[in-house]
């Protein structure tokens, strides 16, 4: 299979709406990553590396894991968020087809944020359903589990929406992966923090309600805001090629 | 004053050390950090002056075998 | 007013404005920062329940303090250079950032070291250390970007996105101790409710809050002239600057 050949990106025509533009360069970044199956699957991978450092570098007793676990899958799934941002916009920087998104007629932030749902599809989801298989491993009880697959669910947007700022920022840059670890794990505190606080207070058998409320508002923070953020980014780093 | 002696002063019962360490580090970091930007200033426009002063050097020098060469390069008439 | 707004946006003219108040800042700056600090420490009454290691409030105070509201300055700063395209506005962001980074790192050790006499560890996870931690990322991270980008006008409005994303952590370190309610104190000063230590301590604490907020200003206008000096060194006026400061 040639890896090379990507799908282009067909958007032209003024008359195409906002809403089938959004799909259009959603189905194509899908697309183009079923083309690159091993990009898919570095994240994954990664994620489950990580998770099992933890019982091997600290200690494989059931009570530690059980009361670490939620906490490590956490953050195990932030950082492969984060080494596949890089991919982003990369490819579609490299290879000009950035530039065509940037001229097309529809708003850029809309645009930009089908992009950054194709990542979370293709990133963020996959690591929502593997967290059961790793939660067993590490002790957690049926209710964590459910619970942390529920803060990874309305997490891992939260993730992928504050990283496309990052990338799109870096983009361009040389080191530019170190730097936007820099950039973003900052941002990336808070979601942490209500995850494993979610999850923590389900072990506890409190309700957990108020907690999903607060990620839910993260998340529509992030929805409403990120994409322009990711949008000017965009704007700034293609004006300084 | 709230304290009896000087050596009371410096030993803040037993809280001394914790007290008197932030106060160095921070008369430390600010002071070094308020005469690095001054420096910095300084070496910038001294930086400025020696750029501006090589350049109207050239210049000066320039015009110097420029008038030099029209010197010889004045035609006088050979016959 | 928009001659006014005019005549900010241009380096020469600030430049002139700046040399002629630092002298102020500086004298004003250091002589209320003294001030406060010797009140603060010899004459100020000890703390019935922290006894005397309650005095590094006269510096942990005033840097926390700076070191939020620099950000929220840098904050306003960008708005302007996205929306008008200053340049002084970037010319702030880019001189001032390096300030903040010292002044939160000084806040938090002098509030790591508080911390051991007075709750028995060096450092506790608790939520107001905890973002101001962050904020020590954000300022790191915001000089990074900076440092990387080489084009001088993408690097400004870059790290303008970058400032005006990370002050949406500004609410959650200012709330967040009534989030997480945990062993820290809760803020020294509010703006709506009397502070509720002796004047003995607020007044001299206040003393050396504004004295630091001078300081910071002379800080930022050297820092800034600093900036203005590399990037207009072909114009006219530097050069007529430069040439006469050596008289």
């Known amino acids: 299979m040639n890896a090379d050949f990507r799908p282009a990106l067909v958007l032209r025509h003024d008359a195409v709406g906002v809403l089938s533009a959004m799909r259009g360069v959603f189905a194509r970044d899908l697309r183009v990553a079923f083309r690159q199956r091993q990009d898919l699957l570095n994240p994954l991978l990664f994620f489950v590396m990580v998770v099992t450092l933890f019982p091997l570098g600290v200690s494989p007793e059931v009570s530690f894991l059980r009361e670490a676990g939620a906490g490590i899958l956490w953050v195990a799934a932030l950082l492969s968020v984060l080494l596949s941002l890089d991919h982003l916009f990369r490819h579609d920087f490299d290879d000009g087809t950035l530039e065509q998104l940037v001229l097309q007629p529809q708003p850029l932030f809309l645009l930009v944020l089908a992009k950054t749902m194709a990542h979370w599809v293709l990133t963020g989801l996959p690591l929502v359903i593997l967290t059961p298989v790793l939660g067993v491993m590490v002790h957690l009880d049926g209710n964590s589990i459910g619970v942390l697959c529920l803060t990874l669910l309305i997490g891992t947007p939260v993730l992928s929406l504050i990283g496309s700022i990052g990338a799109a920022l870096t983009l361009g840059l040389r080191s530019a992966g170190v730097l936007l670890s820099l950039l973003i794990i900052p941002l990336y505190i808070p979601v942490l923090i209500f995850g494993t606080g979610t999850v923590a207070s389900a072990a506890e058998g409190a309700p957990v309600g108020a907690y999903l409320a607060l990620m839910g508002a993260f998340l529509v923070l992030a929805l409403t805001l990120a994409p322009f953020a990711s949008a000017a980014a965009l704007r700034i780093s293609l004006s300084n090629g | ?79 | 007013m928009w001659q006014f707004f005019h005549k900010l946006g241009s380096p020469k003219w600030f430049f002139g404005i700046a040399a002629r108040l630092m002298p102020w800042l500086l004298a004003g700056g250091i002589l209320l920062l003294v001030a406060g600090i010797v009140w603060g420490l010899a004459f100020a009454p000890k703390d019935y329940l922290q006894g005397n290691s309650y005095r590094i409030i006269f510096i942990h105070v005033p840097t926390a303090f700076l070191a939020q509201s620099v950000y929220v300055m840098m904050a306003v700063a960008a708005v302007v250079t996205l929306v008008w395209r200053m340049k002084l506005a970037d010319v702030f962001v880019k001189s001032v950032a390096p300030v903040g980074l010292v002044l939160t790192f000084l806040s938090l050790f002098t509030g790591a070291v508080w911390g051991k006499p007075t709750w028995g560890t060096w450092w506790v996870w608790d939520a107001r250390l905890t973002s101001m931690l962050i904020l020590l990322f954000l300022y790191g991270g915001v000089i990074a970007l900076d440092r990387a980008i080489n084009d001088e006008k993408s690097a400004a409005r870059a790290v303008s996105v970058l400032v005006l994303v990370g002050v949406v952590n500004i609410p959650i370190i200012q709330y967040s101790v009534e989030w997480w309610n945990t062993l820290h104190q809760p803020s020294t000063f509010k703006l709506t409710e009397k502070p509720s230590m002796p004047a003995e301590m607020w007044v001299p604490l206040l003393l050396s809050v504004l004295g630091m907020y001078l300081l910071f200003g002379w800080l930022a206008c050297l820092r800034m002239q600093t900036e203005i000096l590399l990037r207009e060194q072909r114009t006219r006026w530097v050069k007529d600057y430069v040439l006469a400061g050596r008289g």
């Not at chain 2, 008197?20 to 002071?31: E, G, K, N, R, T």
């Not at chain 2, 910038?44 to 020098?61: N, Y």
């Not at chain 2, 320039?62 to 035609?75: G, I, L, P, Y």
């Open chain 2, 1 to 79: 004053m709230a304290f009896d002696s000087l050596s009371a002063f410096w030993v803040m019962e037993g809280h001394g050390p914790y007290v008197w360490s932030c106060y160095a580090a921070f008369f430390l970091l600010m002071i070094g950090l308020m005469v690095w930007s001054w420096r910095r200033r300084n070496a910038v426009i001294e930086a400025c002056r020696r750029g501006i002063e090589l350049k109207s050097g050239q210049q000066t020098q320039q015009a110097a075998t420029a008038s030099a060469a029209s010197f010889t390069r004045v035609k006088v008439s050979q016959d």
